[in-house]
């Protein structure tokens, strides 16, 4: 819940003048029961084209086999577990954002929490293809499940990293999707009242009968809390289970126990540049910037910053070890990484990881929406070169020069990697369409305490600090969405 009293120093969360619940009910909801814009429009023709591809693609592996990607006998891992390993690390923000920062009281996550959270079950989803496509055999994907006695004496190796994989993930996307949903029901609600005909009756059962008294108000706290806390360890647990993939192999580059905070950081790290990617075009696209501020857009580019470096000071303390180890293979497979004849992926891993992310320290880089939107999608860039060094570039060198080889990824596996962007899009573009992007009955909490119009509230009202509200009125300078015009005055 939103505090009754708040500092003028602080900056605002909601931006704009005479800011009325039902203008945000309005605002929120305009692209749900409206025709979309022109953007939308050409946006889903493209997602929808790379759906398309992804279909054919993933049609084309299961007719024909994994064959049909580049994989050879060296190196059995490539492209496609390095975009199930990018996928499940987008996927981390979104319950990062919902559940950690509200046990903390972050207020800020209000408004960029639903699409963050929708993200993170669109990015699961696009991870599990891989999966199912890699397995070669996916309609027998239920013998990765506990069996009963019927199907005779089958059992799940328990004892294997991947085993763990398929409980953490189906995990995780149950509580995400559980905690999702129920943050959505006072939204649904709200347009189901607004609704007629049959669009009413699809929201009233999708509203599970919300009827807004204490009494549901009180259970929804309550629920939202307890799901908050079941989601924060899933945070830690479920690419440190990823990590465990490698961890657990005596493959050099792989054999080393940094990798589950290595991979954890790496998660949050690429999962907040995507929700940066996406909500910088949706605030725009939508009209949302009064909701969506420069102080949001600066506080998870801070966030970037801060798991950047996290993660640079794991590519530092990787090479020490290597090199303190005194094991020959360990320390080739880090210095064949700017050597070897993939030292183009190991370029652009640490550079757009480490050497762009630096940038960030500049408050002028981190409230500039086109240089943030463009580090975001080099941030994404970099985490997927990331996966691709670990995988590919450790498996086509190990310790017998007899077995290796190099990997070229075939039209296929470039075509299934780009159509699951495809896919992710096209789900997250149907999603604005139908449900709001924005948590309204959170960003309502807000309203008297932590937006624009209740400063001038202050200001107008009470003997303020003359230098507090200066600092106030200088802070706003970097935001897109506040007339300075009305301070002048």
């Not at 693609?57 to 299961?62: D, E, G």
């Not at 639903?114 to 599990?128: D, K, L, Q």
């Not at 059962?205 to 807004?212: I, Q």
């Not at 498996?395 to 007899?402: A, I, N, T």
């Amino acid at each position: 819940m939103a505090s009754h009293s708040e500092s003028i120093i602080r900056e605002p969360l909601i931006t704009g003048r005479d800011i009325t619940y039902a203008q945000i009910t309005n605002e929120v909801l305009n692209p749900v029961e409206n025709m979309p814009n022109k953007a939308w429009w050409i946006g889903f023709t493209v997602a929808s084209l790379g759906a398309l591809l992804w279909l054919f693609a993933i049609s084309w592996t299961f007719w024909f086999g994994v064959g049909s990607w580049g994989l050879n006998k060296t190196v059995g891992w490539a492209w496609d577990i390095t975009g199930f390993v990018w996928w499940v690390g987008i996927g981390h923000a979104g319950t990062l954002i919902s559940a950690v920062l509200l046990i903390f009281r972050q207020n800020w996550r209000n408004s960029i929490n639903r699409s963050a959270e929708a993200m993170t079950i669109f990015a699961v989803i696009c991870a599990a293809t891989y999966i199912l496509g890699h397995m070669g055999r996916p309609w027998l994907a239920y013998y990765t499940l506990p069996l009963p006695n019927q199907y005779g004496s089958l059992w799940v190796n328990w004892n294997s990293a991947l085993m763990m994989d398929v409980f953490a993930i189906s995990t995780y996307f149950s509580v995400s999707l559980v905690f999702w949903y129920t943050g959505l029901l006072p939204d649904i609600a709200s347009i189901r009242d607004r609704a007629i005909g049959l669009r009413r009756r699809i929201y009233s059962v999708l509203s599970f009968g919300w009827t807004g008294s204490v009494k549901t108000w009180q259970r929804f706290e309550t629920v939202s809390l307890i799901l908050a806390g079941i989601s924060t360890p899933l945070v830690l647990s479920v690419h440190t289970i990823v990590s465990f993939d490698f961890a657990t192999s005596l493959e050099p580059g792989w054999h080393t126990t940094i990798f589950p905070p290595y991979f954890v950081a790496g998660a949050i790290f690429s999962g907040f540049a995507m929700v940066q990617t996406l909500l910088l075009v949706t605030r725009k696209v939508l009209g949302l910037e009064n909701y969506i501020t420069m102080f949001h857009i600066e506080s998870m580019n801070k966030v970037i910053l801060l798991t950047g470096n996290i993660v640079g000071v794991a590519y530092m303390t990787e090479f020490f070890i290597a090199y303190y180890s005194g094991v020959e293979g360990e320390q080739y497979t880090f210095l064949n990484r700017f050597i070897g004849p993939y030292w183009w992926a190991g370029c652009m891993m640490y550079g757009c990881n480490i050497g762009m992310t630096q940038l960030m320290w500049f408050k002028k880089v981190r409230t500039n929406i086109q240089l943030s939107w463009v580090l975001s999608i080099i941030v994404n860039i970099g985490m997927w070169f990331e996966r691709f060094v670990i995988i590919v570039v450790s498996l086509h060198r190990d310790y017998l020069p007899s077995s290796w080889a190099m990997f070229y990824p075939s039209w296929v596996d470039v075509s299934v990697f780009v159509g699951s962007i495809g896919v992710f899009f096209t789900l997250f573009l149907l999603f604005i369409r139908v449900l709001p992007s924005i948590a309204i009955a959170e960003v309502k909490l807000l309203v008297k305490t932590s937006s624009e119009q209740s400063k001038k509230a202050l200001m107008a009202h009470h003997q303020l600090d003359p230098e507090q509200v200066e600092e106030y009125k200088q802070s706003l300078v970097k935001f897109d969405s506040v007339e300075m015009s009305d301070y002048e005055k």
